[in-house]
C-alpha cells in the first residue's frame, strides 16, 4: 500500500466514523459523491484493501508479447541504431518498421534488454529563463556548429542554425566552411523566405565582429573614448538592410540555439547514420526534408503576440549587392582590378564625369561576378586581355667530352686596350729606394 492510498484510506474512515460528510470526503479525495459511495461500500465488504486498485499487480492485456518483444530488442540492437533513447525509437520503429509501442512501455523493454540505462534526474540551482519575445521575427539567434556531422563517413561539415526566439522555428544549412560567405547565403535564403527581421543574435565571432587592435599606451582607455572599429562584412550587410545585430556575452546567453544544437547533435547524427548519408548534397536533402520538417511540426510553439514583426524586401534592398564582399577603390587614369589572376577593367564609354580620381565600390558578389558602382551607378566593366609572358631564357647546355668544340672569332682589340698594354709593357723607371738616394744639388731635375 502507498501513501498515497494510506491517505485517501483516512479520508474514508473518517467519513465512516461520521466526522466528515461524504461531500467533504469527496472534496478531500478529488472524486465525486458517487464514487465515494463505492469506496465506502467495498471498504465495508473488503477492509482496508478497497483502496487498493484490483487490477495492481495483475498483467495488463495490452501487455507486449515475447516474441514482440525479442523482435524490438533485435530491431534496436543493430548498429545504426546505436545510442536511440526510447523516444526517438519508438518513432523509427512505426516509421521504419511498423511496429507501434508507446515510449514508456519501450523504455522497459529496452531497460530489460541492456539497450538503455535509467537517469537520475540531476537538481540543478534555479535559473530564472530569459522570457521569449513576444513576436516572430523579432528576435533570430544566429550560431554555428562545428561537429563530426556524418561520423566518418564523408567530408567534415558545419550546421549554420537560424532559429526564432519567440517560436523556435528553425532555417539551417550545412556547408563545408564556416565562411562569410556561406552564412551570407544562408541569410540570402532566410531573407527571401521570411523578411527582414528587427534584431539577429550571435556571438562576437570575428564574422560578426571587428577585433579590436589597440596600442599599448591607449589600453587603458574607456571603449567610448576608443575609435570606433568598420564593421565586418555582415555587419555592412545588415547595416545597409536596416537590421539590428546584437552580441552576446557568453553562449548562455543565446542558451536557444545552443539547445538546439544539442538535439541537432543528438536527433541528427543519428538519422544521417539511419539515411546512409555521405555526401553534403545529401546531408542538405535529409536536412530540409526530414529533420526542419519534423522540427518545425514538432518543437515549434505559437507566440504570445500573433503579428508578425518581418518586414518586407524592398525595392531599395539589393541583396546581391548587400550580400557580398564590398571594398573600396581609387580610380587612376587607367582603372584595372585583379580577381584570382584575371584583371578588369572600365569601358571607356561607359565612364561619367567625376570618376578619375574618385573612389568606387567594389563588389564581389557571392555569384562569383564583379561589380562596380560610382555613387548610384555601376559601371561596365571588361575582362582585360592576359599579358604574354616571356619565357626566360635558358641556359646554354653543357659540352659533352666527346662533342667538338668550335673555335670562337678573334676578337680585335681597341685603341684604348692597345694604349694601355703599351705603357704596361714599357721599361720601369727607377726603383723607389734608387731615387730617394740622389743627390738633387748636382742632378737635374728631370730623370732620364
Known sequence: MTQRDRDRLVVLKKAQKKLITQSQAAEELGVGVRQVKRLMRALRERGDQAVIHGLRGRPSKRRTGAAQRERIVGILSRAVYRGFGPTL????????HRVK???????????EGGLWRARRQKVEAVHQWRARRSSRGELIQWDTSEHDWLEGRGEKLYLIHMIDDATSELTARFVRHDSTEENMRLLWSYLERHGRPVAFYTDKASLFRTAPKTARDRKDLPRDEREPLPPTQIGRALQELSIVWIGAHSPQAKGRVERSFGTAQDRLVKGLRVAGVGTLEQANRYLEEEFLAWWNQHLVRAPANASD??????????LAASLSRVESRQVDNVFSEEEDGIRYRIVSKAMPAGLRGAIVRLERRLDGSLAVRFRERYLSVEECAPK???????????????????????????????ASMDNFLKKPGLPLWKAAGINRTR????FD
Open 89 to 96: 525509437a519508438s518513432e523509427y520503429l512505426a516509421k521504419k
Open 388 to 418: 604574354p609572358r616571356v619565357a626566360p631564357a635558358r641556359p646554354a647546355p653543357a659540352v659533352a667530352h666527346h662533342q667538338t668544340v668550335r673555335p670562337r672569332k678573334p676578337v680585335r682589340p681597341s685603341e684604348a686596350l692597345r
Open 309 to 318: 514583426a518581418h518586414r518586407p524586401l524592398g525595392a531599395e534592398h539589393d
Open 443 to 446: 742632378t737635374p731635375d728631370r
Open 101 to 111: 509501442i508507446g515510449r514508456e512501455a519501450l523504455r522497459q523493454i529496452m531497460m
